[in-house]
């Protein structure tokens, strides 16, 4: 098998990238930054009112305000965090027999 550096090739015979490719150098997130996820929860713990609440209270009792009103997207958001989401499965079939295909917990 040929070399897939030295034949110009970032990848090997599966498509995968070898060890000192090039194709990605100097793309991607700098190093640094943070990921989304990280950056909401920090702006979630800043002050949001006046009154000392954080923007994320301040955001949590605006969906609670919302299921009051009888939005069901809200229901539901309070309900998956506060109950959990319910169980969900797969079912398929065969010769009219029910097989059972993946649980997900």
Known sequence: MP???KNGS??????????GNTASKGKGRPKGT?????ILKKIGEEDGT????????VI????YQFAVEGKPWAVQFIA???EGKAKEFREVTHN??????????
């Open 34 to 38: 943070g990921s989304i996820p990280d």
């Open 10 to 19: 970032n990848r090997d015979v599966k498509g995968q990238f070898v060890d």
């Open 80 to 82: 998956d965090r506060t």
């Open 50 to 57: 006046v009154d000392g609440k954080s923007k994320l209270d």
């Open 3 to 5: 070399d897939p550096i």
């Open 96 to 105: 009219n027999q029910a097989i059972k295909v993946l649980t997900i917990d």
């Open 60 to 63: 949590m009792y605006k969906v």
